[in-house]
C-alpha cells in the first residue's frame, strides 16, 4: 500500500545495511562515459528508396566501464531518463519510477502534499478508475471548489461543518462512478507484487515486481497515470493519510528524528516540516494544490524509469518510447535550498513517550555530492559495521550500553550523521551520551587500528556482490543516482573514491567536523504533553463497486503477452546429498554467480526444550578461545571478509557462517574454535543478565510487542506459553558461565543438518564467477565435503535430538475479548480464530482465499475497511497455514484504526468474516494473480536450501507451489464460499485490543464477548 518512509538509514537501524541501497551521490570527476546506439548501423538499402521500409529509430545510450550490473541509461527526446539492466535470475522485472519530488518540496503552506500525491497517483485517470467519466468529472470539480471554500473557513466551525457535510455527499454521488482499486486490480492481473511507493526529502518512488511478459501492459498503465491524475475518492483516502499520520504520532522514535532534524536545520525543509505534513495542514488539503504540484514536477525530465530483470535491451526501450514518448516534456521548478547557520554549541531537546528511553546525537553535514559525504560514510563504518566498528566492539561487545549503532542519512543538500543509545539498568542518558562521544573521540585522535579501513571497503564489495543478486537493490542504485543528480558512471566511481579514503584523511575529517556542533534529543519515558485531540470525521461509506470494470481496463488486458511456464524446485536434482559421517547429512546447491558462500548447521533443538538456550546462543557473541578474545575473533572474521550468527527459535537452532568463499576455511576454523572451545567469561554473563533485565522491562513499554507476541500467545496457549518460557529472573542471576559453555558445547554433538550454498564444488574444485572479461574463473581447492569432515569438529557418533516438546493449543471456544491499557491516538485489533491442523491438501484453497479475500490492496478488506468506510490505513486478514505438521491454522484479522472509530471499525471487520462479498472481478484477478506469480517465481541461491527446510517441516518432499498453481485456476466461489463458511464464519474468536483505557469504547466491546483486562505481568509472565 503506499506509505510515508523515513529515511533508509533508519529502517535497518539494528542491522546491517547493504551498502548499494544507502551509496551517496557524489558527482566525481575523471571516468568517461560510453555513448552507443542500441541497433547495429544499417547495410545500405538494396531496393527503390520509395520501397523501402522507414528505418528504425535508433536509441542511444550511456554505459559505466566495468559496471557490474551492465547498466544501459538512455535519455527519450522528451528528457525522461531510462535506466535498464538485463539480470535473468527470474522471469521478471523490478521496476521504479522515480520523481524528483519530496516533501523538501512541498509549499510551506501546504506541508505533506508530495507525500498525499502520492497516494492520489493510484487513484486512476480520466480513462483508468472510472465508469463514466463525463458522468464523474463534474462532481470532482464540485468537490475540489468545496474544498477551496472549506480551507478558507477555519475560523467558522459551523460553516465548515456544513461544507465538509457537502463534501460527503457530492463525494458518494462522485464515487457511483468510480472503479475504486482499479490500478490494483490491473497490477495483480498481470502478477505484480510489491506494489508500493515511498515519499521522502528529495523523492516520490513507486514501485512494482512485474512478470516479464507483462512488461507492455505495466508500461501502458504507468504512461496512463503518471501523464494524468485524478483526485477521486479524495475525502476517504484522506482519512487513510490521517491515519498514517496517528501511526507517527504513536511512535516515539518518529518524535524523536523529528525534534532532531527540527534543531539541526531551522531553516531547511529537513527540519521546518516534515513528510506526512502537519494536522492542520492534512485538516485542511487543497486538490487546487495537488493538481498544480503534479503538473510542475511530474514532467519527463524530472522522473526516470529504472527497470532491472530479465529484459532485452532494445526491445524495453522501444517499448518504453511507444508509452512514453508521446509525454509532453517542459522543465521542472529548481530548488534553492536554504543555507543554515553553523551549531556553535550543543543543543538540547527531550521528547517524552511510553516507550523506552534512548539519546540520539546528530551531527550536520554537506550534502550526497561532496567528498565529505563519503568520509561521513567511511566514519560511520569505522563507529559500526555490524562486526568490528568502535561502538560495536566497546559499547555493545564489552555491554558497556544495552545498545549503541550510528547511521549516515544523506540527502542532496544536507546530510545527517546519528548516534543513537540505549542506557542499561540505572544507566543515565547523560552517562551513554559521554560514552558514544567517547568513541568518536578515539577516532580524532587515530585510536583505531589500520587495518580496519581497507577491511571496511572490502566488506562493502562483498555486500554490494551480495546486494547484486537482487533485482530490487539492482534498480534501487539507478533510481538512487537520478535522485542524487549524478551519472551512473560517476555513481559507481563512488566506490572507486571510497576506497582511496586514508586513515590521515578521516582524523582530520572528524577534528574539523565533531565538536561542539551536535544536537542531542532525549527520548525519556512518561506521559507526552503534546496530547492531539483526534476528531472523527462524518463520512458516509462510498460504494466499493467491486465488480465494475473502465473501458480501458478491458483495453489493456486484452494487450498480448507471451505466456510463461512455472518452473517448480525438484528437490532430488537441485539439492545435491552427502553424508559426511552418521546423522551428519550435507545438502549442497552451488553458486556459479559470484564468489560468496552461506553455510548452516541446522538443529532440531529449541528453547521449548530448553529455555537456556536462547541465554547461551546470545551468550557467545561475548566469548573469546584460547586464542583470540571476542574482539579479536570479530576484527578477525571482518578481515576475512565472513560473519557468523548462532540463533535459537522454539524448536531450532540455526548456526551459519557466510562471506568470501576463499576465506572459508580460514572462518571456519576459527568458528568452530568458538563453537568447540568458547572460553567462560563472568562478567561478560553477568553483564548479559542484567542486559536481559532491562530487555524484558523494555519489551513492556512496546505496543507492537505488547500485541503481537505476548498477547497473541497468551491467547493460543494460555498463561504458559513459548513466549514467556524463559529463564527466571533468579535463575537468571545464578547462572554460571560453565552452564552456558557446556551447553553450546553439546549443541555440534547432536544429531543435525549441513546446509551450504556456495561456489566451491563438492568434488574439490570451485566456480569463483567472472573474470573482468566475462570468462568463468575455476580455482582449484578442498570441495566442501572433504572441509567439513575435516573441521566441523563432532563426535564420532551423534546423539539423536530429544523429542519436540510443544506448547498445548487452547481451544478457543468462548468468545473473549483481551485488552491492554497503552497510551496512544489509535487502538490496534486483532481477531483470532483457531483452524485446523495443518493439511497440505488445503492449501491451494487457502492461497486463493488469502488473495481475494485479505491479501493485498486490491482483497475485499482493503477495498472496504479502508477504500470505502475510509476506518485505517492498514487492515489485513489472512488464513495462516501452521510452519510444521501437527500445529494449528490460525485465521489472523488486524485493523488499526483511531479510537473513535472503533464500532465501525470492529463491526466492519466482523461483518466481512462473517458473510465473505462475492464479486466475480476480484475473483478473477485472484486467480490470475496467484498464477502468474508462480509461473514467474524462481527460487534461487541458498533459497532453494531454505525451502528445503520449510519443506521438510511440513513433511512434505516436493515444491507445494505446483498444487497452487496447478488447483486454483479452476475453483468457483461457490467452493471458496464453502471453505469460508466451514472454517471461518461463526466460527470462535477471541478478540485482542490494545489501546488508551481513556479512548476505549468497553460498551461496543462487550458485544464481542467477555471483556477481560490483561495486566503486563500476566501476559509477559514477569
Known amino acids: 500500500m503506499p506509505l510515508i518512509v523515513v529515511p533508509r538509514a533508519l529502517t535497518s537501524l539494528f542491522v546491517n545495511r547493504p551498502l548499494l541501497l544507502l551509496l551517496p551521490a557524489l558527482a566525481a570527476l575523471g571516468l568517461t562515459t560510453q555513448c552507443q546506439s542500441s541497433k547495429p548501423a544499417t547495410t545500405a538499402a538494396t531496393t527503390a528508396p520509395a520501397a523501402s521500409p522507414a528505418p528504425a529509430k535508433e536509441y542511444r545510450y550511456e554505459t559505466a566501464p566495468n559496471d557490474p550490473l551492465g547498466v544501459r541509461v538512455y535519455k527519450l527526446d522528451n528528457g525522461l531518463t531510462v535506466y535498464l539492466s538485463d539480470y535473468k535470475n527470474a522471469p521478471r522485472i523490478q521496476t521504479y519510477v522515480a520523481v524528483r519530488a519530496g516533501s523538501k518540496n512541498d509549499p510551506a503552506t501546504a506541508t505533506g502534499l508530495a507525500h498525499y500525491l502520492e497516494h492520489m497517483v493510484f487513484k486512476g485517470t480520466s480513462r483508468l478508475g472510472t465508469k463514466d467519466w463525463a458522468k464523474e468529472k463534474p462532481e470532482l470539480d464540485k468537490i475540489e471548489a468545496l474544498y477551496e471554500t472549506y480551507r478558507g473557513e477555519r475560523n467558522d466551525p459551523v460553516a465548515r461543518k456544513r461544507t465538509y457535510h457537502q463534501i460527503d455527499s457530492v463525494s458518494g454521488v462522485a464515487a457511483r462512478y468510480a472503479v475504486p482499486n482499479e490500478y490494483d486490480k490491473l497490477m495483480g492481473s498481470i502478477g505484480a507484487k510489491g506494489s508500493n511507493a515511498h515519499t521522502s526529502n528529495e523523492e516520490t518512488v513507486y514501485q512494482e515486481d512485474i512478470p516479464s511478459n507483462q512488461l507492455e501492459k505495466w508500461a501502458a498503465v504507468q504512461s496512463e497515470r503518471f501523464t494524468e491524475m485524478v483526485p477521486r475518492l479524495f475525502h476517504t483516502e484522506l482519512e487513510a493519510v490521517y491515519e498514517e499520520k496517528n501511526r507517527g504520532l504513536d511512535s516515539d522514535f518518529s518524535k524523536e528524528f523529528e525534534a532532531l532534524n527540527a534543531s539541526l536545520y531551522p531553516t531547511h525543509p529537513y527540519g521546518t516540516q516534515t513528510t506526512i505534513g502537519t494536522i492542520e495542514h492534512l485538516q485542511n488539503p487543497s486538490i487546487t494544490e495537488i493538481k498544480k504540484y503534479f503538473g510542475q514536477y511530474y514532467v519527463p525530465s524530472n522522473v526516470a524509469l529504472c527497470l532491472s530483470g530479465d529484459l532485452d535491451y532494445d526491445q524495453t526501450i522501444r517499448l518504453i518510447d511507444k508509452y512514453f514518448g508521446a509525454w509532453q516534456g517542459k522543465p521542472a521548478p529548481a530548488f534553492v535550498a536554504p543555507v543554515e547557520k553553523p551549531i556553535t554549541a550543543p543543543i538540547t531537546k527531550e521528547v517524552l513517550g511510553p516507550q523506552s528511553e534512548n539519546v540520539m546525537l546528530g551531527y550536520r553535514f554537506p550534502g550526497k555530492a561532496t567528498r565529505d559525504a563519503l568520509r561521513l560514510r567511511m566514519l ?28 549516515a542519512d544523506l540527502n542532496d543538500d544536507y546530510s545527517t550523521h546519528v548516534l543513537y543509545g540505549t542506557p542499561r539498568q540505572g544507566q543515565k542518558l547523560e552517562e551513554v551520551q559521554a560514552l558514544m562521544l567517547a568513541e568518536v573521540a578515539k577516532v580524532k585522535r587515530g585510536d583505531f587500528p589500520d587495518w580496519l579501513i581497507p577491511a571496511i571497503v572490502n566488506n562493502e564489495k562483498l555486500s554490494r556482490t551480495k546486494s547484486y ?223 536481559i533485565l532491562k530487555q524484558r522491562q523494555d519489551a513492556k513499554l512496546n505496543k507492537g510487542v505488547i500485541l503481537n507476541q505476548a498477547m497473541l500467545n497468551y491467547a493460543k496457549y494460555g498463561p504458559r506459553n513459548p513466549f514467556t518460557n524463559i529463564v527466571p529472573e533468579a535463575q537468571l542471576k545464578a547462572l554460571k558461565p560453565e552452564q552456558l559453555t557446556s551447553l553450546l558445547k553439546s549443541l555440534p554433538t547432536y544429531q543435525h543438518r549441513v546446509l551450504y550454498y556456495g561456489p566451491r564444488r563438492m568434488d574439490g574444485s570451485y566456480h569463483m564467477g567472472r573474470d573482468n572479461n566475462g570468462k568463468s574463473i575455476t580455482v582449484g581447492s578442498d570441495g566442501i565435503t572433504e572441509i567439513i569432515a575435516a573441521d566441523h569438529r563432532t563426535p564420532a557418533k551423534l546423539k539423536p535430538t530429544p523429542p519436540a516438546k510443544d506448547f498445548a493449543e487452547q481451544p478457543l471456544k468462548d468468545k473473549k475479548v483481551y485488552w491492554v491499557d497503552y497510551k496512544m491516538v489509535q487502538a490496534e485489533i486483532l481477531f483470532l480464530t483457531k483452524g485446523d491442523i495443518y493439511d497440505r491438501a488445503l492449501a491451494p484453497t487457502v492461497a486463493l482465499y488469502n488473495e481475494y479475500f485479505g491479501g493485498g490492496m486490491g482483497s475485499i478488506v482493503f477495498q472496504d475497511l479502508r477504500e470505502s468506510k475510509a476506518l485505517a490505513y492498514s487492515a489485513m486478514s489472512r488464513y495462516a497455514n501452521a510452519d510444521k505438521t501437527g500445529r494449528s491454522n490460525y485465521i489472523l484479522s488486524y485493523i488499526g484504526t483511531q479510537s473513535d472509530k472503533l464500532p465501525e471499525a470492529m463491526a466492519g471487520m466482523e461483518g466481512l468474516l462473517t458473510d465473505m462479498p462475492l464479486a466475480d472481478a476480484n475473483l478473477a484477478i485472484a486467480k490470475q494473480s496467484i498464477r502468474n506469480s508462480i509461473a514467474t517465481d524462481r527460487i534461487t541461491h541458498e533459497g532453494i536450501l531454505l525451502s528445503y527446510e520449510r519443506a521438510r517441516r511440513l513433511g512434505l518432499d516436493y515444491d507445494l507451489r505446483r498444487d497452487v498453481y496447478d488447483q486454483t485456476q479452476n475453483m468457483t466461489f461457490a467452493e471458496l464460499q464453502k471453505f469460508q463458511q466451514a472454517k471461518i464464519r461463526g466460527q470462535n474468536q477471541v478478540i485482542l485490543v490494545i489501546g488508551s483505557k481513556d479512548r476505549l469504547n468497553f460498551k461496543e466491546l462487550a458485544k464481542y464477548g467477555t471483556v477481560q483486562q490483561l495486566t503486563l505481568k500476566e501476559i509477559f509472565g514477569y
Open 469 to 691: 543478486e537482487s533485482n530490487e537493490a539492482r534498480a534501487s542504485a539507478m533510481y538512487e543516482a537520478f535522485i542524487e543528480r549524478v551519472s551512473w558512471a560517476d555513481y559507481l566511481k563512488q566506490n572507486e573514491d571510497f576506497a582511496t579514503i586514508t586513515k590521515a584523511e578521516i582524523v582530520k575529517f572528524a577534528n574539523d567536523n565533531y565538536g561542539q556542533n551536535y544536537v542531542a534529543v532525549f527520548k525519556r519515558t512518561g506521559e507526552d504533553p503534546n496530547k492531539v485531540k483526534v476528531v472523527k470525521p462524518a463520512i458516509t461509506p462510498v460504494p466499493a463497486n467491486r465488480d465494475a470494470a473502465s473501458a480501458y481496463y478491458t483495453e489493456v488486458s486484452k494487450l498480448p503477452s507471451t505466456e510463461l511456464k512455472p518452473v517448480f524446485l525438484d528437490y532430488k536434482k537441485d539439492i545435491q546429498t552427502a553424508d559426511i559421517k552418521p546423522g551428519l547429512p550435507l545438502y549442497y546447491t552451488r553458486n556459479t554467480e559470484n564468489g560468496l558462500f552461506s553455510l548452516f548447521y541446522a538443529i532440531d533443538l529449541g528453547t521449548n526444550n530448553n529455555p537456556l538456550l536462547d541465554v547461551a546462543t546470545d551468550y557467545l557473541q561475548y566469548l573469546g578461545t584460547g586464542q583470540h578474545s571476542a574482539a579479536q575473533l570479530q576484527q578477525e572474521f571482518y578481515k576475512l571478509g565472513c560473519s557468523f550468527a548462532v540463533s535459537s527459535s522454539q524448536d531450532r537452532v540455526l548456526i551459519s557462517l557466510s562471506g568470501l568463499d576463499s576465506n572459508l576455511k580460514p572462518a571456519m576454523l576459527l568458528f568452530e574454535q568458538l563453537l568447540n572451545n568458547p572460553r567462560p567469561d563472568a562478567a561478560a554473563l553477568k553483564n548479559q543478565v542484567a542486559g
Open 380 to 407: 560511520d563504518r569505522i563507529l559500526t559495521n555490524g562486526q568490528a566498528g568502535l561502538f560495536d566492539l566497546d559499547l555493545n561487545q564489552q555491554q558497556r550500553v544495552l545498545q549503541a549503532q550510528t547511521f
